[in-house]
Every structure is written in structure tokens, then in C-alpha cells.
Nanobody
């Protein structure tokens, strides 16, 4: 599975962006999908994840109530809707596919990654 992330950009604090993740090769069906982010000088951190059926979701405390993860009915796209963005949300955002829902917070267990998309939030 080859993933592609898109939708990043420059936005002012309080603004919104929607990131998309799709499989350019293969399919996202049967894969839980997670978003991680990495800010300059920091380790990659978990942001949100959704199970393969689009039923279960989980969020980092830092984004809970502001970000929403979803996937379309055709299981082609996974979205990360980001609202009320803050400067501390500035990072490269990566989507990944992991073989099991119970592993969604474990970066090292992800099998496939997209190339990352840059989100910059200005104050």
C-alpha cells in the first residue's frame, strides 16, 4: 500500500484545514489509519486514528475537540479535519496504515506511511 497525504498549508491561528490520506497503490480497506505529526526538533507524536470500519476513533489529548478523523464510505480516503488551529499544531503531518486497531498509537508498528504534508499555523 502506497499512501499519499495532502491538504497542508499556511493558516492563521483559529483557522481550519482538512488533510486527506489516500492509497495511490493498493487500498485502505481493512487497515486502521492513523495520523502522526512531527514538529521541528521534536519526536513524531500520535494525533488521531480510525479503525478499518470507520466506527472507532481515538485522539491525542492535545487535539481532542478540535480535530476530527473520518473515512469515506468507499474506504478510499481518510480525512483529518482540523479546526481552531494553534501555532503549536505546526508540524509535518503523516498518515499511516497499521495492521491492528490496538496498535494505532504505536508508531513503530505502522506498515505503510505517506510522505507527509506541512501544516503551518501563524499566530
Amino acid at each position: 500500500v502506497q499512501l499519499q497525504a495532502s491538504g497542508g498549508g499556511l493558516v492563521q491561528a483559529g483557522g481550519s484545514l482538512r488533510l486527506s490520506c489516500t492509497a495511490s497503490e493498493g487500498t485502505l480497506s481493512n487497515w486502521p489509519v492513523g495520523w502522526f505529526r512531527q514538529a521541528p526538533g521534536k519526536e513524531r507524536e500520535f494525533v488521531a486514528a480510525i479503525d478499518e470500519n470507520g466506527v472507532l476513533t481515538i485522539y491525542a489529548d492535545s487535539v481532542w475537540g478540535r480535530f476530527t478523523i473520518s473515512r469515506d464510505n468507499g474506504n478510499i480516503m481518510v480525512y483529518l479535519q482540523m479546526s481552531n488551529l494553534k501555532p503549536e499544531d505546526t508540524a509535518i503531518y503523516y498518515c499511516g496504515a497499521v495492521p491492528s486497531w490496538r496498535l494505532v498509537k504505536v508508531f513503530s508498528k505502522y506498515r505503510h506511511w505517506g510522505q507527509g504534508t506541512l501544516v503551518t499555523v501563524s499566530s
